[in-house]
């Protein structure tokens, strides 16, 4: 599917005016992204403005990060407009930037109108990218999920009204695009000589992802359980278990993965270990808010 729609964008599409005005698109995203956040503080939208900006830059440093690692190659035998960037594909820099800017400003703003014109905005810099044969649609699905769970990540922190917990929980977004990234890049087998790997990398590596987002999905979910044969199971677990299961079961029928047990086992040693964690620090947090809330009644009773 990444060749076919690399050459239905690339070459069946091609025409004179497309590729002028996808080259504006090209030379806009360094004016239309950083344009944002200028907007937004001109509107005195101080914390919106640096959510953007801060948003923009870590899905650069993170789709480095994860291009260094997976080490994938650009597109051959494409019709090239504009000059192929002399590193790896995977995921598409461009693309995560647009939608970290999207997502930032579509929570920031919740006007479906708003909403629907930014990420349109962003879809067409990621397809814009294909269009150029620089990247395949599985960098520009890879970079819009990084950048849309950071652009959450930052909306989360900076711009929300959330404190304690509820701000950190926004980091649950942002695990499970490395979760959904990571599975990416093993079906597309990346890197293809597996120089990152030493034995039971695998193993470690489930362990630590699901547990990982067991962790930040409790405190997103602030502990909640769903009673199943009158037992009552954290969602926290339930769901990521139901997922890795499904993910081993497609496992089947990948080329370069298999269905291990051994891994399924791995993911729910994490999700235990990793929800016995977040239980611990949902405790300490709402001691700490209890204790909080009494002292001002306090200090307002001797007021």
């Not at 806009?28 to 937004?40: D, N, Q, R, T, V």
Request: with cysteine; net charge positive; charged share 10%.
């Amino acid at each position: 599917m990444d060749f076919a729609l690399l050459v239905f964008f690339n070459k069946t599409l091609a025409h004179p005016v497309l590729d002028v005005m996808v080259i504006g698109v090209t030379i806009g995203i360094y004016f239309i992204l950083p344009g944002a956040a200028i907007f937004a503080f001109m509107k005195q939208q101080q914390q919106i403005g640096q959510a953007i900006l801060i948003a923009i830059l870590i899905t650069f440093v993170l789709s480095w990060f994860f291009q260094i690692f997976a080490l994938s190659p650009r597109p051959v035998d494409v019709r090239l407009i504009w000059p192929q960037p002399n590193f790896p594909s995977f995921p598409s820099g461009h693309t995560a930037a647009a939608f970290a800017v999207a997502a930032v400003v579509s929570l920031s703003f919740r006007q479906l109108r708003l909403q629907i014109m930014v990420f349109a905005v962003a879809v067409l810099i990621g397809l814009s990218r294909m269009y150029l044969g620089l990247h395949f649609f599985s960098d520009i699905f890879g970079g819009a999920v990084l950048g849309a769970s950071v652009g959450a990540a930052c909306f989360g922190l900076l711009v929300s009204q959330a404190t304690g917990f509820q701000k950190w929980r926004w980091f649950l977004w942002l695990q499970i695009a490395i979760v959904i990234i990571l599975t990416q890049m093993s079906y597309l087998d990346l890197p293809p000589d597996h120089k990152f790997a030493f034995k039971h990398t695998d193993k470690i590596a489930h362990f630590f992802l699901f547990g990982a987002v067991t962790f930040w999905l409790n405190i997103w979910l602030n502990g909640r359980r769903k009673s199943i044969l009158q037992v009552n199971i954290p969602i926290a677990i339930l769901l990521p278990f139901v997922l890795a299961f499904i993910e081993e079961a497609v496992q089947f029928f990948s080329p370069y993965r298999t269905l291990s047990l051994t891994d399924l086992l791995s993911d729910l040693a994490g999700m235990l270990c990793f929800w016995w964690l977040s239980e611990k620090l949902l405790k300490y947090w709402k001691a700490n808010i209890y204790v909080e809330s009494k002292t001002k009644q306090l200090e307002t009773i001797s007021e």
